[in-house]
Antibody, heavy 119, light 107 residues
């Protein structure tokens, strides 16, 4: 059974870079869209972006200038970098496996990690 | 950008049927997926491609899609079904869009 687990710093200072890693167990990074999604406190879900096993990636246009998602097949993990963070980037960050480029649904999801942006 | 509209809240009596809607312009051209989100837990896929159900989701959960509206139906609602429910689709411009979420209360 595929499981995903997020890890990384829980507190980031404004203007700095948020970095998270998602480690996959019970499967391999292939044929799927490895995805980051976030949920600010009290708000809805927001798709950040994904990376395909070939290394090609797509990002939410509203975040595109600040986001990078990378893949490490040898370690079975993928990572998120979000630069120049502000308080608006405070959220629970989830990693998820995306299915099918045309329809693109997500299953399973990691448990999520709350990242706070504060000085 | 593409907008998916969901009711903020839906209430259902224990054992009755709840319908949660998701509307959007030209939504008929896309397939819709649904997630259950309990507080403090990860979202769980309950319906994909409008009406398909993952193997571990009970058949009380069903989905439909007609015109500009998709609907998640929960039959025989149980206390454990209380959660936020989100619809989602793949959009040609912004890639992925989520609805604003619906809080389901089981009375």
């Amino acid at each position: 059974q595929v499981q995903l687990q997020e890890s990384g710093p829980r507190l980031v200072k404004p203007s700095e870079t948020l970095s998270l890693t998602c480690t996959l167990s019970g499967g391999s990074i292939s044929y799927y869209y490895w995805t980051w999604i976030r949920q600010p406190p009290g708000e809805g879900l927001e798709w950040i972006g994904h990376i395909y096993h070939t290394g090609s990636s797509n990002y939410n246009p509203s975040l595109k200038s600040r986001v990078a998602i990378s893949l490490d097949k040898s370690k079975n993990l993928f990572s998120l970098r979000l630069t120049s963070v502000t308080a608006a980037d405070t959220a629970v960050y989830y990693c998820a496996r995306g299915h099918d480029f045309t329809d693109n649904w997500f299953d399973p999801w990691g448990q999520g990690t709350l990242v706070s942006v504060s000085s | 950008s593409y907008v998916l509209t969901q009711p903020v809240s839906v209430s259902v009596a224990l054992g009755q049927t709840a319908n949660i809607t998701c509307g959007g312009e030209n939504i008929g051209g896309n397939t819709v997926h649904w997630y259950q989100k309990r507080p403090g837990q990860a979202p769980v896929l309950v319906i994909f491609r409008d009406s398909s159900r993952p193997h571990d989701i009970p058949d009380r959960f069903s989905g439909s899609h007609s015109g500009n509206m998709a609907t998640l139906t929960i039959s025989g609602a149980q206390a454990g079904d209380e959660a936020d429910y989100y619809c989602q689709l793949r959009d040609i411009n912004t890639f992925v869009v989520f609805g604003g979420g619906t809080k389901l209360t089981v009375l």
